[in-house]
């Protein structure tokens, strides 16, 4: 059974960071790229990241690049998305996807 399951959102300041995780199980993760996409209220889905399998290359959005990192852990099967010099319009729900499954997702505030 393949479980993607997002963590780490929460209510955070503009200008704040956090850092997202996405712990995978039921595939064989360190063979997959990972992406990461956000649906802000009442917009459609907006890709953010992709990372490969390895881990050495990485991808970004325009609007979050040099703000956003993605990285990953093949050893502890988990993804994550460090997010920086947070602004109102990160605030999303974000989703990891990876061999065709989808998260829960993870909420994003950005608020003062």
């Known amino acids: 059974q393949v479980q993607l399951v997002e963590s780490g959102g929460g209510l955070v300041p503009p200008g704040g960071s956090l850092r997202l995780s996405c712990a995978a199980s039921?595939?064989?993760?360190?063979?997959?790229?990972m992406t990461w996409v956000r649906q802000a209220p009442g917009k459609a889905l907006e890709w953010v990241s992709d990372?490969?399998?390895?881990?050495?290359?990485?991808y970004y959005a325009d609007s979050v690049k040099g703000r956003f990192t993605a990285s990953r852990d093949n050893t502890r099967n988990t993804v994550y998305l460090q997010i920086a010099s947070l602004k109102s319009e990160d605030t999303a729900i974000y989703y990891c996807?990876?061999?065709?499954?989808w998260g829960q997702g993870t909420q994003v505030i950005v608020s003062s």
């Open positions: 996807l990876g061999w065709g499954y």
């Open positions: 039921g595939f064989t993760f360190a063979r997959y790229r």
């Open positions: 990372i490969n399998s390895d881990g050495d290359s990485t």
